[in-house]
């Protein structure tokens, strides 16, 4: 089989799982509320929602409008499929010639039961680890070429990423300290002040629920560091380590 022939295979195939979804997975079902409050032209978050989801509930608004609701599972699988082919890509950046350790590693997030499990209905963490694998792409380009260009998709994404969750912001931070290591003056100053306006429009300006204002990401007390940011640190490694590993 061509690449092509196998690339249209697991398209067609991944529409046909999608289109028989007919459940809900765990609180999914709060984001097809949201998702219809948005195509009644009511652009409010659901009262118990908990993360940020404006970019999957504008996904899911142009998706659905062409599609329907109903077919939102359809839309989670293409984008775990995407996911599949950036993090490739990302593996090609790092090994070139190693296909077989590339081939190896791919199947270590294919196979993730978390990541299978994401992959079926309208939940959010495989819409942010697409988010989270472009961010990571573009660092590393950056890092090759040293093109600010690189540094700026790499910004446009992780501000996509933190509008569906908003621990994507955590990624600022490591970009931050490795602009700051490399002495890249200019940039760090230019990445900073964007990260502080991200964080300050979340804080003053972002419409924030009950749920949102009072669950465990709170960028306000972000300089708590032992009560506060370095346990949500080592659970948000935790997290993405589940979501890394066949279990």
């Known amino acids: 089989l061509s690449k092509y022939t196998l690339i249209l295979a697991i398209f067609l195939l991944s529409i046909y799982i999608g289109i028989h979804v007919n459940f809900f997975n765990n609180d999914d079902w709060v984001h097809y509320k949201t998702v219809e409050r948005f195509l009644t032209g009511d652009f409010s978050l659901h009262p118990y929602i908990g993360s940020t989801f404006y970019t999957q509930g504008i996904l899911a608004y142009i998706f659905s409008n062409f599609f329907g609701i109903n077919r939102l599972p359809v839309l989670t699988i293409l984008i775990s499929v995407l996911n599949i082919f950036i ?36 939940m959010t963490e495989n819409y942010v680890i697409l988010f989270v694998l472009s ?92 009560d506060y940011s370095l346990p949500f640190f080592l659970t948000i490694f935790l997290y993405l380590s589940f979501f890394t590993l066949p279990l």
């Open 87 to 122: 993090f490739h890509k990302i593996l090609n950046l790092l090994s070139p010639e190693k296909n077989f350790l590339k081939t190896l590693a791919t199947l270590l997030l294919v196979l993730n039961p978390l990541y299978l499990y994401s992959s079926i209905g309208f």
């Open 135 to 226: 961010v990571v792409y573009f660092q590393f380009k950056f890092q090759n070429s040293g093109k600010p260009l690189n540094l700026l998709y790499q910004k446009f994404f992780l501000v996509l990423g933190f509008f569906v969750k908003q621990y994507a912001i955590f990624l600022a931070f490591s970009t931050i300290v490795y602009l700051a290591i490399k002495q890249k003056w200019k940039d760090l100053i230019i990445y900073s002040v964007l990260t502080i306006i991200l964080i300050l429009s979340y804080i003053f300006i972002f419409p924030k629920n009950e749920v949102l204002s009072g669950q465990a990401l709170n960028l306000e007390r972000f300089f708590d560091i032992i």
